[in-house]
């Protein structure tokens, strides 16, 4: 089983800056890309940026220039820094991971969601 935790959310006056975090952990042979999506209520949910194993990123146009997403693959992190934040970013973020449980096999794992309040 593979867990994805998050961290960092919270709330953030428009203009300002969060960091979200998501540490990936148990039976990981691999883990191939990750990325952040967020959900508003009654809105699907909508990519905001990912990262491949070897370091490609894409953004969301909503985004582009405001986040900038990382990894460490050591260490089976990913962290999306967030500056110039506007009210409607304001939604619940979430971590995703496609990762190899072995050799051959990909599944794709989601972590519980962390909120950003973004007030104007």
């Known amino acids: 089983q593979v867990q994805l935790v998050e961290s960092g959310g919270g709330l953030v006056q428009a203009g300002g800056s969060l960091r979200l975090s998501c540490a990936a952990s148990?039976?990981?042979?691999?883990?191939?890309?990750m990325g952040w999506y967020r959900q508003a209520p009654g809105k699907q949910r909508e990519l905001v940026a990912g990262?491949?194993?070897?370091?490609?990123?894409n953004y969301a146009d909503s985004v582009k220039g405001r986040f900038t997403i990382s990894r460490d693959n050591a260490k089976n992190t990913v962290t999306l820094q967030m500056n110039s934040l506007k009210p409607e970013y304001t939604s619940f973020y979430y971590c995703?991971?496609?990762?190899?449980?072995?050799?051959?096999?990909?599944?794709?794992?989601w972590g519980q969601g962390t909120h950003v309040t973004v007030s104007s």
């Open positions: 148990g039976s990981i042979f691999r883990v191939n890309s």
């Open positions: 995703q991971a496609i990762v190899a449980v072995n050799g051959y096999k990909y599944n794709m794992y």
């Open positions: 990262i491949t194993s070897g370091g490609r990123t």
